[in-house]
């Protein structure tokens, strides 16, 4: 049974492509990449959208294997500037197939926004698949998120308030809604009801108006309208595409310092952006993934709360800032910024077993006479860090140890190689590479598709 017979009877609704289709055989010339990870080596924000957009021009296959709407992933190109929340950032290829995987939640309602808007600028969403063992965010989750930030006083996580932590408690509650379930009315209706026991108790706890599970479940059947034909089981496609050699991507949402089980705990999404959790999360074997790049900004920044060892309250991050323009793709807060820190990338270099590093927004730092590169933490009692990560107590307490190095005060905006770029430059992301103890890959240096390229 292929790809196309299996989806159409588990969705007669689903235009599901054939495995024989464009979208699944590897198109002519385009080498085979195999399976790539690409993960967010920092706090997050690192620019994995536009590295994604760059890549996919040469993939098959895009699947985001975990989070939800909190993931802003700006891509520029020629539809113009978009913040993509829940849609991979392989969309803007109409020859790539794109799926939201199962490691994934899903807000219906923000993803059909996202899709309008897409549309709206020329983008054709035909190779746009769900899968439907993603689970959904409801209304009820951003409500509960809201009141438990609240409830956590003068500690908040900083979310995004998008729901993803209690939608994530329900999964793993065992009472979550699933995509796949609005294309199954009864099972969906006694899932609904059982939720909203719970659901409806924890509410009043906190404060928060009851659940209306009528009202709910037709705004649910309205999602199954619009969505219907874009759920279905990903393992088919997921399968056909690694044993034809197609290229394929992974995209995570946040990086490493955020994880659920290796970040900055309790200050992390409910979720894993690692890479040991992309195969998972997308519907693949583990020993598929050959490639795992580290999308790395050539400086820090983190948005929301928790410890972040190299955040300045100075000029110079006020400067980071506003060259960077760095504020939240999705909330718009300003982020912290600082300068490298080395510590966390040796860390999430070797926590995702990195084979590549692709360096961002270089450019930023044309204009810095020196630039500082966090070698090591100092404890209080004197002692220093380089090579582990201290849990969320004792990071709270560390000092940075930095490095100097000469700026470069010239502008990079316009070198596609590296041989392009300034002396001090090279020698600068050289020095990053050396702590992550990985090879540089790609270098970007402006945000447009074009300003980036391999090394
Ligand atoms: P993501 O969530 O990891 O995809 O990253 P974001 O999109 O949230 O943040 C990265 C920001 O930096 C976006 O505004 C990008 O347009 C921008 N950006 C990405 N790469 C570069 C670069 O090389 N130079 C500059 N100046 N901006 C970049
Ligand atoms: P991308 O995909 C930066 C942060 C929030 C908060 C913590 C938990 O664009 O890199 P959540 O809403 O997930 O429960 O919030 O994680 N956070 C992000 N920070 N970029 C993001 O997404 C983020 N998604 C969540 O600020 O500290
Ligand atoms: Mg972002």
Not at 34 to 62: H, M, P
Not at 357 to 377: N, P, R, S, W
């Amino acid at each position: 049974m292929g790809i196309g017979d299996w989806a159409r009877a588990s969705n007669p609704q689903s235009p599901i492509p054939d495995p024989h289709s464009r979208y699944l055989i590897r198109r002519k010339g385009i080498p085979s990449m195999s399976v790539t990870a690409i993960v967010g080596a920092q706090w997050g924000d690192e620019g994995k959208g536009r590295i994604i957009d760059y890549l996919a021009q040469q993939a098959d296959l895009v699947i985001r294997f975990q989070g939800g709407d909190n993931a802003g992933h700006t891509v520029i190109n020629q539809y113009g500037k978009h913040a993509l929340h829940l849609i991979p950032s392989g969309i803007f290829n109409p020859a790539t197939c794109n799926i939201i995987g199962t490691g994934c939640v899903v807000n219906p309602q923000s993803l059909l926004a996202e899709m309008a808007t897409l549309e709206a600028a020329g983008v054709v969403l035909d190779n746009l698949w769900i899968s439907a063992r993603a689970q959904m965010v409801l209304p009820y989750h951003r409500q509960l998120d809201v009141l438990e930030e609240a409830a956590r006083g003068k500690d908040p996580i900083g979310t995004t308030k998008r729901g993803i932590g209690p939608a994530y408690a329900d999964k793993a509650a065992r009472s979550g809604l699933r995509i796949g379930d609005l294309l199954q009315p009864v099972w969906l209706e006694g899932r609904l009801d059982n939720a909203l026991v719970t659901v409806n108790r924890k509410l009043e706890i906190l404060g928060g108006e009851p659940v209306d599970g009528q009202a709910l479940y037709g705004l649910l059947m309205e999602y199954r309208d619009k969505l219907g034909d874009r759920i279905v089981d990903t393992v088919p496609m997921t399968k056909a595409a690694l044993q034809a050699g197609q290229a394929i991507l992974l995209e995570g949402q946040l990086g490493v310092m955020r994880d659920l089980d290796w970040g900055i705990y309790p200050y992390v999404t409910s979720s894993n952006p690692t890479a040991a959790f992309a195969p998972s999360g997308a519907g693949l074997p583990a020993r598929a993934v050959d490639r795992v790049i580290g999308v790395v900004k050539a400086y820090s920044t983190a948005v929301g709360d928790g410890p972040f060892p190299v955040e300045l309250h100075d000029a110079d991050g006020a400067k980071l800032r506003a060259i960077g323009l760095e504020f939240g793709a999705t909330t718009g807060r300003p982020r912290r910024c600082g300068w490298f820190d080395g510590v966390a990338i040796r860390y999430a270099a070797w926590l995702n077993g990195m084979t590549g590093l692709a360096i961002t927004k270089l450019d930023v730092l044309d204009t810095f006479e020196t630039l500082k590169i966090c070698t090591g933490y100092r404890l209080p009692d004197g002692s220093v860090i380089t090579d582990s990560m201290p849990d969320t107590p004792v990071l709270n307490e560390v000092t940075p140890i930095y490095e100097e190095w000469p700026g470069w005060m010239e502008s990079t905006e316009n070198c596609h190689s590296w041989g392009d770029l300034p002396a001090a430059a090279r020698a600068y992301i050289q020095r990053l590479a050396e702590l992550a103890d990985v090879k540089i890959e790609y270098v970007s240096v402006g945000a447009e598709r074009d300003q980036m390229f391999g090394v």
